[in-house]
């Protein structure tokens, strides 16, 4: 056999082996039981993706990005059994809800899909959920680094601040997992994201897959070792669990949204319940983070020509 052959055979060996490991270790040592896990994922933060042919049926790599996706969420499935999850629901977040593989996935799991919903990238969320997991995360709007950083519309929204405090989608949905005390215990992404979500929400486990360089683009792990590193992520949170705080921002919760565009601001003005800040930014107060993102979704969805 060819020396080199020899060397990759003994690689692969040695990662496999350290993957064992770390799930051996986890389910023997510190594993939970009949824990309850809720998996949001979108796209933007999958390993290999950096543009738009990656993150929409009509870009050439879309079906490659979609398995690395589906791949990236049974990798989190997998760590999280591991560690003593017993019940999964997951929720395709990203784009039309409609990404993920289901003949892929495992036939004992459940999942969310296309839109609108209740509670938009949570839908499915309760009190019944012991975490939540984030796969495929990006940054948001407010920041200046990230592969495709956006909050909620890259086309519409420039800013989504709640409570005053700028938020990407991982700040949202921590929140609305956190109204009914669920901690947010892991994020996968770009090293921007990683390093907005800790800094929000403290110290959750991050399986950074790739270095954002732009908006369209980063240095990327390859798929395998990206799915490798995930499932090891996920079954140390899992097995850590309870060293996780939900964030509970309790009620009233302030929602500053700021539009790309002059003309949604002003007709959103003319509502009771908002009040236009300056040209471009809308406030609206709700009773707690449900009323907060009933009224987002509906500000996001709502379009008097749609039709069915």
Aim: aromatic share 8%.
């Amino acid at each position: 056999m060819h020396i080199r052959t020899v060397t990759l055979l003994r690689i692969r060996l040695a990662a496999v082996l350290s993957a064992a490991a770390v799930v051996f270790t986890v389910s023997s040592a510190t594993a939970q039981e009949d824990l309850k896990i809720y998996i949001s994922a979108d796209m933007e933060g999958v390993v290999g993706t950096v543009t738009g042919e990656q993150l929409g049926p009509s870009g050439f790599e879309y079906e490659r990005a979609r398995r690395w996706m589906t791949a990236e969420v049974n990798a989190a499935i997998r760590g999280a059994r591991a560690a003593g999850a017993s019940e999964i629901l997951v929720s395709d977040s990203h784009g039309n809800g409609q990404n993920l593989l289901l003949d892929d996935l495992p036939p004992d799991i459940t999942v969310i899909r296309s839109w609108p919903r209740p509670l938009s990238m949570m839908a499915g969320i309760d009190d019944t959920f012991d975490g939540a997991i984030f796969i495929g995360y990006h940054t948001s709007t407010d920041n200046p680094a990230g592969v495709r950083a956006h909050t909620m519309s890259s086309a519409r929204l420039t800013s989504v601040k709640l409570n005053g405090r700028p938020v990407p989608e991982t700040g949202l949905n921590a929140a609305i997992a956190g109204h009914f005390g669920v901690p947010v215990i892991m994020l996968s992404g770009d090293d921007a994201i990683a390093r907005e979500a800790t800094d929000l929400l403290g110290d959750l486990e991050t399986a950074v897959v790739k270095k954002a360089y732009g908006f369209h683009s980063a240095e990327t792990m390859m798929p395998e070792a990206a799915y490798r590193l995930i499932e090891e992520t996920a079954a140390r949170a899992v097995a850590r669990i309870g060293d996780f705080e939900p964030w509970d921002l309790g009620g009233p919760v302030e929602l500053e949204v700021s539009f790309k565009h002059y003309q949604p601001v002003e007709a959103l003005g003319y509502l009771e319940i908002v009040e236009r800040i300056d040209s471009h930014t809308i406030r609206y107060t709700g009773s707690d983070m449900i009323a907060v993102e009933d009224f987002l979704t509906f500000l996001l969805n709502y379009d008097s020509n749609a039709a069915p």
